[in-house]
Nanobody
Framework: QVQLVESGGGVVQSGGSLTLSCEVSGNAYRMNAMGWYRQAPGKEREWVATITTGGATNTRESVRGRFTISRNSARNRVYLQMNSLKPEDTAVYYC??????WGQGTQVTVSS
């Protein structure tokens, strides 16, 4: 069974930074391309960033230049460095393996 566990969320002032971490575990599991998603109150879940097994990245336009996705495949971890946070970044952030696995989410709250 594959498990994804996010951590690193919290409350931060506008302009602040947070780093989210996602640890993936499972028998014989090898990390695939991974992604981060988020869901704000009353809104649908939206894609934030993706990183391939080779390290190529892509981020949604609204966070480009502020958010950076990275990975440590040897440790089965994926990260989301978030800088210059804005109140509109407030959401529950989820780690995703495109094979259908999700974490439980970690709350990020940005106060103005």
């Amino acid at each position: 069974q594959v498990q994804l566990v996010e951590s690193g969320g919290g409350v931060v002032q506008s302009g602040g930074s947070l780093t989210l971490s996602c640890e993936v575990s499972g028998n014989a599991y090898r990390m695939n391309a991974m992604g981060w998603y988020r869901q704000a109150p009353g809104k649908e879940r939206e894609w934030v960033a993706t990183i391939t097994t080779g390290g190529a990245t892509n981020t949604r336009e609204s966070v480009r230049g502020r958010f950076t996705i990275s990975r440590n495949s040897a440790r089965n971890r994926v990260y989301l460095q978030m800088n210059s946070l804005k109140p509109e970044d407030t959401a529950v952030y989820y780690c995703n393996d495109p094979k259908g696995f999700w974490g439980q989410g970690t709350q990020v709250t940005v106060s103005s």
